[in-house]
């Protein structure tokens, strides 16, 4: 028997957190254990709800962004696994999601397998990039002294569609 991802879906707009439930629900081993409009909602559930995963938005309402969400989450739980799910396609951004603990990074405008890939990727303990941010980071990355030979080595790698596993 297959054994269920469970899913917190942090997101203030509503049609997209519902639709991202709805998706990700019509996979019978996805199951979506809560909805967060915030960064302070999702901590003040995230011991009730008990996701392995967090997807969540990076540019959220409230004193507390996306990024700062994260490092939180990998604070309390260590354990739960988050995915920044955004519409920014800023380098520096991915970056400090992923420095911050984030484990996946795929942008909102992706196919929707990609969320599904990474999803599924990241429950299995990989680490997921969109490979179209990863392809783009590369190409922007002229000016490697932002990222140490390691972050490149794994970018490249990311961009061939490869998975890490930090």
């Known amino acids: 028997m297959m054994s269920t991802i469970s899913i917190a879906v942090v997101d203030d ?38 996701p392995q995963i967090v997807l969540q938005d990076l540019l959220l309402p409230g ?13 309390l739980v260590p354990s739960v696994r988050v995915i920044a799910l955004t519409a920014s396609t800023d ?13 996946g ?9 990609i ?4 999803v599924r990727a990241v429950a299995r303990g990989k680490t997921y990039i969109d490979p179209s941010v990863a ?16 972050e490149m080595e794994v970018l490249r790698q990311l961009s061939l569609g490869r998975s890490n596993k930090l």
């Open 13 to 50: 707009h509503r049609v997209v957190a519902r639709s991202l439930q709805a998706y990700l629900e019509s996979f019978p081993d996805l199951k979506v254990v809560g909805i967060a409009a915030s960064g302070e909602e999702l901590l003040e559930r995230l011991q009730a709800w008990k």
């Open 63 to 75: 004193g507390m962004d996306g990024i700062e969400t994260i490092r939180r989450i990998s604070e």
């Open 91 to 103: 380098e520096a951004r991915m970056m400090g999601a992923l420095r911050a603990g984030a484990a």
């Open 105 to 113: 990074y795929v942008r909102k405008d992706a196919e929707p397998e």
């Open 115 to 118: 969320l599904l890939a990474a």
């Open 135 to 150: 392809r783009q980071v590369l190409q922007a990355a002229g000016q490697p002294d932002d990222l140490t030979a390691r």
